[in-house]
């Protein structure tokens, strides 16, 4: 969740929510969730693996089609006083409400260390739910439902944390072409298993600056189904970065990099996938795209997985 905490990033999950225009080469096309009343957004999780956390979720409006959005319109987005549960295996937990605002430094600190997010000089004041006394973390195998009442508003969604299928042999060397003295590619195997469809999705950061998601975070093992390879992990940019094809996807030696390596379930990987695919399918002659969501009575997404954690320096193997 950048991640979950990036203003950037939660614009456009609210807009690509309620669809992308799409541009014909004869005439435009307008999509017809653009005049929909307004509805709650959610985006949620439950981790398990090697840092299990309690749920935490953030619950928005959407907004029309072609509105305009400064930083208080954004913060105003936020849906206060929800009463939101999550229920496994007999055990409910109310969630609390906690604002950035409320937080002092060393508070938002010790948050982005729970999260892995980077939101201790965020300036976006989000407000999420969480549960703070930990009395329901992520299990391997663990269904989690939530439900959510505001106002008229009642949501439900489920979902299942999948086992975790972890990377091995990480390290850097050159990227292609013209050697480098200061860049360097990652490097990973994986041992996917071959009884079961496998679905990933990870988030890199640099020297403690949170993680972030790449544009194309998430992965399917459809050609790779019980084979033991490695492949090239590009640095995640943040989305607002300047696009330099020079350093794009590449790790500066010296860098202290830490690697989230998550298994999610296939309603994830629908809905990150359909998201990506509209962000990054924008422009005059873009396709429309519309979002998979788990979520009932409303938009987003509710997921559980499973993650691994790697921390590595860039350095000459």
């Known amino acids: 969740m950048k991640n979950i905490f990036s203003p950037t990033r939660m614009l456009l999950v609210l807009l690509s929510l309620l669809g992308l225009m799409n541009w014909g080469c004869e005439k435009e096309f307008i999509p017809d969730t653009v005049e929909l009343e307004e509805m709650l957004v959610v985006e949620g999780y439950i981790e398990a693996g090697d840092r299990p956390t309690p749920p935490l979720v953030i619950l ?76 329901m973390t992520g299990k391997i195998g663990g269904t ?50 071959g009884d079961i469809q496998n679905y990933y999705r990870y988030f890199t950061g640099i020297n403690n600056q949170g993680l972030v998601s790449p544009s194309n975070s998430t992965i399917e093992d459809d050609f790779f189904d019980g084979r033991s390879f490695e492949f090239p ?18 790790y500066r030696l010296g860098d202290t990099v830490v690697v ?5 379930d296939q309603v994830q990987y629908d809905f990150w996938s359909s998201l990506e695919s509209a962000v990054s399918n924008q422009g005059p002659f873009s396709t429309y795209t519309r979002v998979n969501s788990n979520v009932n009575g409303g938009l987003g997404v509710w997921g559980g997985l499973s993650a691994r954690y790697y921390t590595i320096v860039v350095a000459d193997n």
């Open 60 to 135: 928005t409006r959407s907004v029309p089609f072609f509105q305009e959005l400064n930083a208080g319109e954004l913060n105003s987005l936020f849906v206060h006083d929800a009463e939101i549960w999550v229920e496994s295996e007999g055990q409910k937990v109310g969630l609390q409400e906690i604002c950035l605002s409320e937080l002092s430094p060393d508070q938002r600190e010790l948050l982005q260390q729970l999260t892995g997010l980077e939101i201790a000089n965020n300036q976006l004041n989000v407000c999420l739910y969480t549960d703070l006394s930990f009395r």
């Open 144 to 193: 989690y439902r939530l439900q959510i009442n505001s106002g008229i508003h009642a949501l439900t969604a489920t979902t299942t944390i999948p086992d975790t299928v972890g990377l091995s042999n990480l390290r850097f060397d050159q990227p292609p072409g013209e050697p480098s003295d200061t860049l360097r590619r990652l490097l990973c195997r994986i041992n996917d298993p």
């Open 233 to 250: 992990l590009p640095k995640a940019e943040p989305p607002n970065a300047d696009f330099d094809p020079e350093t794009f996807g590449l």
């Open 260 to 264: 989230k390596w998550a298994n999610i």
